[in-house]
């Protein structure tokens, strides 16, 4: 039977791009519905683009109130019925609750490899130790942040001369081949 799959972005959502277009022909998911947290977000033109339903829960609406952000947000979900939902460039920190409610059914792609650089700007915190790798992580959403267990890891070499931008460039690339990849593994094994 064919998992319902949910994307949360905040931003461009590459990687729901990526996620989308892997979902096809025998693929065991299928996307339901792509929700972005600011009505700005870029990748809600292109889930349209795509043919998939867009919604969208402003955070700013909720002003700082995060457990009526977070209902809103479970309604909106709710409404598509999803498996599995992928947050993919989702900016947002989820509650222990949020996440207990979706019981290991959510997914995250963190530009870091993890358990190194939990949190913000890891390219920058890469190239500052001297690390000679950077890479990316998919990992089950746990209630700490960027804590869950690893999915799948992928590592991209850091040159001399790299920015962060250079780096990020660079893993972003590896984020598009290894979300797919690993959200068809994730769905096959959830629906054995
Ligand atoms: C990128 O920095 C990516 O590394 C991280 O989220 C950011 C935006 O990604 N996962 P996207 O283009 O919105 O998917």
Redesign the pocket.
Known sequence: MTQRVAIL??????????LVEDMVGDHPGRPAVVIANSPG???LAKADALGVATDVVDHRAFKGDRAAFEAALHTALLNHQPDVICL????RILSADFVGLWQGRIL????SLLPKYKGLH?HARAIEAGDKEAG?TVHVVTPDLDDGPILGQASVPIHADDTAEDL?AR??TE?HRLYPQVLRRFLQDFSA
Request: net charge negative; aromatic share 4%.
């Open positions: 972005i905040s931003g461009g959502g590459s990687n729901m791009v990526s977000a870029g990748g993919a460039g989702f900016m995250n792609i963190h530009p890891t990316c990020a893993v972003l984020e």
